[in-house]
């Protein structure tokens, strides 16, 4: 069935092409538009982890540093749309970033709309998650503001094969729309650097907007989701043992022959120990949940977007992030200001596993084993297990109906994820210059 | 000489309500379309994409002018009330989604006419020193 289907895809993606670079008058049909962000930033500082106690510490932000860098968020796209009949045409978007994918084009979306009544349409293919607000055009800097939507609320850019279908009314002072959505997508992200595999998804997206410039939205989405992140492989979690082993054996300032002679017993018991249930490989529901309300009115414009997620991985359990954002435009240069959130509380397994008592002296290798598996898995949860900051001032300056550029300010603070952990606490500065143009 | 006066405030009168309306943006659609008159919330739904058919049920398609036009400028401003880098951020909204398209779009007042008048969903804005027998007027800018 799936790969029937993705012949269909591949059929589909031939045919718009097709259509589109086909030497005749079929040519003319097809409506071609582009977007290009070119986005140059900095770090004050370096990102830097560093366990010592009192270390100085800097958050990273995607892959900047303190050299000023156009590949974190450079990226463009390109869109080729064909009608094939008044009621029906294909949609095709090919996409390329710098990063995680040194800009090798890839055919983000493929899908065929088909529109039975002024109020009805059907999206059927590679479509993108309708997660946030911005979700239909996150990677067309020109429709917004920002350079970026703030990164705590806006983790992912993700598509889903399948389909969905939109009701869209008005009311004399009033417009609104239900979009419900089914499918499943199996996706790598260089972000988090895993392969992510969702099965039935299933979302429902209101949006509501009146005359006076309000608009609203509210999202559900569930789905089955699986993650192999990279960290994460056998071969990673080997090492991961490996080093732990040493570290403890070393802090425990053991003669060498004995430490020799233990070490594998302790290998095998951590490795017996730490297990592979906790690691997200296996399937488990995730629940999202998305409020956005936005005001325009003259020259200014403010808006508030929340999310939150909730399932019962030992990585990933209950996120919620949120921006507030507002601006003021003033002849041609929008200014603007944001503040936004995010919160990931840890998982109940992993606050047992941080709480485990440090073996003493006497214990036995599964003892140790025990203890060495519980502070590598909760080590990984801490990483998710975040609570972040950011605050950016910045402008947008329209130098045409087509192009604008754009100057942001970003403070990223990062907090520690329980009260007596040290690591990944600071704060960094980002400076960002960016070109957006659409054609 | 009362009578003059009268007159002549009269006439000043009539010549500013001529300069008044000479000039101003009026959206036109076509005759077949059985619409005399649309709110400026309608006008908005219809040329924002949210509203595909005319309040009594029939098709409508907006029929857009050039992006550099003057006329343009103005219909979005006092007709939708956004400047031109907000409609064109709304509009690259909704093409990038690719729940829609651009609306057609032509050079000058004479193509809008010739367009609505010759197709009964065609709406668009024009200078009402353009106005012409073949097409309705259904909402003025006040």
Redesign the interface.
Known sequence: MKTGFNRGMAALGLTVWGVAFAPTTFAADV?W?G?LNVVGGVLQHDPRVDFTPGAKQYPAYRDYSNDLSFDSQTSG?L?A?T?LDPQT?V?A?LYAEGYGSEYAAKLK?L?V?YTPT??S?F?VGK??SPFYYYS??L??G???HWISPPDTVYPFDTTITGVDY?Y?D?G??F?WSVEVLAGSSDEYYSSIQSQVTNHNSIGVVFNA?N?S?VSFRAMLYQTDSAMHADVLSPESLDANVNSAVDILLDRLNLPENIATAVRPSLVTATQAHLGTDWTGADSTPIRYAELALRS?WGRWMVMGECIGARNNNYLFNQATSAYLTAGV?VD?ALFHITYSTANAVLNERAKEDLAMAVPTLGATPDEAGAYLASQIRSGYALLSGTKADFETIGVRY?VS??T?LKLDLTRVVEYASRPSETAGIGSNLLLRAAINA?F | MKQIIRLAGSLGLSLFCLTAQAGSVVVVANPAAGITML????V??IFLA????YPNGK?VAPINQL?EGDIRRRFETSVL?K????V??YW??L?????T??PKMVEDDKKVIDVVASDPTAIGYIDSDSLTRDVVVVFREP
């Open positions: 409506q538009n977007f796209g869109q749309k009608t045409s949609t978007q979306w899908f709309t002024y109020n349409t999206r479509i993108g239909d055009f990677n067309v020109y429709a917004y939109t869209q008005v004399e002072h417009d907007s005359a410039g325009e435009k041609r329209d109906t087509k604008a659409t | 709110t400026r919330d309608q908005s739904q949210k509203a595909r058919v098709p992006d009330g400047d031109s880098t907000q064109r951020a690259t909204r093409l990038f989604s690719g729940r398209s651009l």
